[in-house]
């Protein structure tokens, strides 16, 4: 299993990034893939998932402003954050499983999300 995240950055509260995920090692279109977060001291939280049938579910603390997708054909997951808030900071990670059940050797490296005035 290989997860690669990209597309952080830091930036001012109130714009936008995309973040995308490439996956390989797994046939991603039979999973459920989720997007999680850590920030600086804190467990991963997770942030927002869409299931094989492009269903998309969102913690309550982005729900309104992060909009989940995936395109199957190049295995690759988004999450595209806008309003971003200086408590949506912290390192975003992908995953195919739910957060308790990913094996430490299955997390990509994450990509840093730093939003700050």
């Known amino acids: 299993v290989q997860l690669m995240e990209s597309g952080g950055g830091l930036v001012q509260p109130g714009v936008s990034l995309r973040l995308s995920c490439s996956a390989s090692g797994f046939i991603f279109d039979m999973y459920h893939m989720n997007w999680v977060r850590q920030a600086p001291g804190k467990e991963r939280e997770w942030v927002a998932s869409?299931?094989?049938?492009?269903?998309?579910f969102y913690s309550d603390s982005v729900k309104g402003r992060f909009t989940v997708s995936r395109d199957d054909a190049k295995r690759t997951l988004y999450l595209q954050m806008d309003s971003l808030k200086t408590e949506d900071s912290g390192m975003y990670y992908c995953?195919?499983?739910?957060?308790?059940?990913?094996?430490?050797?299955?997390w990509g490296p994450g990509t840093q999300v730093t939003v700050s005035s």
């Open positions: 869409i299931n094989t049938g492009h269903r998309a």
């Open positions: 995953a195919h499983r739910r957060i308790e059940k990913m094996a430490p050797s299955e």
